[in-house]
């Protein structure tokens, strides 16, 4: 095989047990690799109800055929399990340089199952993998993890992708830390707790990637280099970084202040924009693997209580949601509470969102002192943030009523608690205010793992500048409608399913998503079709791959359906569905829910689900060779009455 080391490394950690088995070159061709691999793997082994923290769940650690190769931002790795967080399907990617050394180990997944007696590590190196004792580790913040790791393999280059005490403590959103790249979504920091499992490193390898046709990728890596470098977000990563466009969305209606009390038009915006954090904490930058962008930026903190603190990376899931979302404007707190939730090892999107809840709740009086621990939760107070990460982490006080999450700790508080929340499925999200976006609103909702921005984008229905990132006639061509590039407009159907495919392909190939055609520039399905070919040798071409992006969606969504999700499932909740937007260009925006329903039952005709029941169909399953699914589905029909 080219592309693919064409190996699977199993461990049982209750058996103690590990073998290598042959990737099946027909499921390579079906599903690709990454999330698309991993994805089936999780539906054939994860039996429906287990529970997500039991050694019956399975961890999947996935890398694709094109990573290792020259082919432009392919770095990444798929962690995936069922989610302890929301129950469903459950995964979370980084970029660094993991995944190309779990293949130069002679790997293209790795599946842990069962539980260890006690905690240890998991060693891979040249093609084989070794079970080691990690008592000693337990309970160390990730960096000093990282460290040990690394004096205890002196002499080596090793990569590691390692749990805080928040992951050996199950709180529900824990992330896996693989040096300054976080997996951070769904809990999957949780699930290797839940397994005694403290790290993952990866030693030397020396197996050789073998690409079909190189002096095609090698023409096909420069055509997508130059347009990376070409589209109009390039310079705003190279510059910036990750930090994200808090100017733009304030300016655009956009930026979610306190927690969607405001849409934009915050005075305090410009303290924590990323020209700020570029002019005053910025101090170098860095790539992942085969990425030239260099968006990973070294900062410090030169003043005021946090002087002296270091690190590398600020993402918009940190500034955002733990600055505006929060009503924090204190640029340094933001560095300090990136960096704690990364050496405790707790996702810092889902922190930030939590965080803006408690605030409305301490505001509403929902909670009090009494509740808090004595500490006060008015809006912008970073010092209570910052104090309550090791909190969770420990599941102390406080922290302990909040360590399975936002959803269920509303539902432990009650009094109303639920109805400061934005979600879907189980897991929240903030940022931005996404009410006057219609097709943004339907991805959200339709997302395979919770409520998520990373599932799909409609960033072509954002005007920014005035200017609409698609042309109309491009929009014509491509959905048969402009009524895509109309922000409240409800005909984004095809749209979204599109984005979605786009998605679920960066994901596929481990392909960075803020390189791709998302918003309407960058690398497209196409290009990905060429990157493919060279590498692996199969001819490959757009609706191929969208067919192949459509069997990985659709069978995640069969997961979902065996456990329990439905129609009803796929609108977004809390204040997203019960109330306007307040201030901005989308002021007075609301979702309308007979409009949205309407959406939604074309989305289900798009994607070949039944109107019903949100259900794939089984004739579309078989069309797509998902025989077992479809007789699942069958089977979930005619319990839902419609079989």
């Known amino acids: 095989m080219h592309g693919w080391t064409g190996k699977i490394l199993r461990v049982d950690l209750t058996a103690g047990s590990i073998r290598t088995e042959d990737l099946d070159e027909s499921l390579a061709h079906r599903f690709i690799g990454g999330r698309g691999i991993n994805s089936y793997?999780?539906?054939?082994?994860?039996?429906?109800?287990?529970?997500?923290?039991?050694?019956?769940?399975?961890?999947?650690?996935?890398?694709?055929?094109?990573?290792?190769?020259?082919?432009?931002?392919?770095p990444r790795c798929t962690v995936s399990a069922?989610?302890?967080?929301?129950?469903?399907?459950?995964d979370a990617n980084f970029g660094g340089f993991f995944s190309v050394h779990l293949k130069r180990a002679g790997f293209d997944h790795v599946l842990i199952q069962g539980a260890a007696e006690h905690p240890i590590f998991l060693y891979v190196h040249d093609g084989r993998a070794e079970i080691r004792d990690a008592r000693g580790l337990w309970g160390t913040p990730t960096d000093e993890t990282e460290a040990v790791l690394?004096?205890?393999?002196?002499?080596?280059?090793?990569?590691?992708?390692?749990?805080?005490?928040?992951g050996e403590n199950m709180v529900r959103t824990a992330c896996i830390i693989h040096g300054y790249n976080v997996a951070g979504r769904t809990g999957m920091g949780a699930v290797m707790g839940s397994k005694n499992l403290k790290a993952v490193v990866i030693g030397a390898g020396s197996h050789a990637i073998e690409v079909a046709h190189p002096d095609?990728?090698?023409?096909?890596?420069?055509?997508i280099k130059k347009k990376i470098t070409d589209a109009p977000f390039y310079k705003m990563f190279a510059t910036y970084g990750m930090a994200g466009p808090l100017a733009i969305e304030n300016e655009s209606g956009l930026l979610a202040i306190q927690n969607f009390k405001q849409?934009?038009?915050?005075?305090?915006?410009?303290?924590?924009?990323?020209?700020?954090?570029?002019?005053?904490?910025y101090t170098g930058s860095h790539s992942c693997f085969s990425c030239s962008v260099g968006?990973?930026?070294?900062?410090?903190?030169?003043?005021?209580?946090?002087?002296?603190?270091?690190?590398?990376k600020i993402p918009e899931g940190c500034t955002s949601y733990n600055g505006p979302t929060c009503g924090n404007a204190y640029a340094p707190s933001l560095f300090k509470i990136y960096s704690l939730c990364n050496q405790y090892g707790i996702d810092v999107l889902d922190f930030g969102c939590l965080m803006s809840y408690v605030m409305e709740w301490y505001e509403k009086g929902i909670i009090s002192l009494e509740d808090t621990g004595g500490r006060s939760f008015e809006w912008g107070n970073y010092e209570s943030m910052i104090a309550m990460v090791p909190l969770i982490a420990r599941r102390e006080g406080f922290g302990a009523v909040l360590a399975d999450g936002a959803v269920t700790a509303a539902q432990r508080i009650g009094r109303g608690a639920e109805q400061s929340l934005n979600y879907c499925k189980?897991?929240?999200?903030?940022g931005v205010d996404i009410r006057g976006l219609k097709g943004t609103a339907l991805t959200f909702a339709t997302a395979t793992r919770g409520c998520d921005h990373l599932r799909g984008s409609n960033m072509i229905e954002i005007p920014l500048g005035g200017k609409a990132l698609l042309s109309e006639e491009d929009a014509l061509r491509r959905f048969s409608t402009a009524a895509v590039l109309q922000h409240d407009s409800y005909d984004k159907a095809a749209s979204t399913v599109y984005f979605q495919d786009i998605y679920t392909l960066a994901d596929a190939l481990q392909i960075c998503k803020f390189n791709t055609s998302h918003n309407g520039h960058g690398i497209n399905i196409q290009d990905m079709a060429d990157l493919y070919t060279a590498v692996t040798g199969v001819e490959a071409d757009e609706p191929m791959l969208r067919t192949i992006a459509n069997r990985i969606y659709t069978l995640e969504r069969c997961f979902l359906v065996r456990e329990g999700i439905r129609t009803h499932d796929d609108f977004l909740q809390g204040k997203w569905a019960e109330e306007a937007t307040r201030g901005g260009a989308f002021n007075g925006s609301v979702l309308d829910k007979q409009k949205f329903k309407t959406m939604l039952e074309d989305y289900y005709a798009v994607r070949g689900w039944d109107k019903e029941t949100g259900i794939p169909n089984p004739e579309t399953l078989k069309?797509?060779?998902?025989?077992?699914?479809?007789?699942?589905m069958k089977l979930c029909l005619m319990s839902s009455g419609h079989g």
Request: charged share 25%.
């Open 82 to 90: 069922k989610s302890p967080l929301t129950g469903i399907l459950g």
């Open 295 to 312: 968006c990973m930026k070294s900062w410090e903190v030169k003043e005021g209580p946090y002087a002296g603190l270091k690190g590398t």
């Open 623 to 632: 069309e797509l060779g998902l025989d077992d699914a479809a007789e699942d």
């Open 216 to 223: 095609k990728l090698k023409s096909t890596v420069k055509r």
């Open 263 to 281: 849409a934009g038009g915050w005075p305090d915006a410009e303290k924590v924009t990323s020209e700020t954090l570029k002019r005053d904490f």
């Open 150 to 166: 690394k004096k205890q393999f002196k002499g080596q280059k090793i990569h590691t992708a390692c749990i805080g005490p928040a």
């Open 426 to 430: 189980g897991m929240v999200l903030g």
């Open 41 to 74: 793997f999780l539906y054939t082994l994860v039996r429906p109800g287990i529970d997500p923290l039991s050694p019956q769940n399975v961890l999947i650690f996935g890398t694709s055929p094109v990573t290792g190769t020259a082919a432009p931002s392919s």
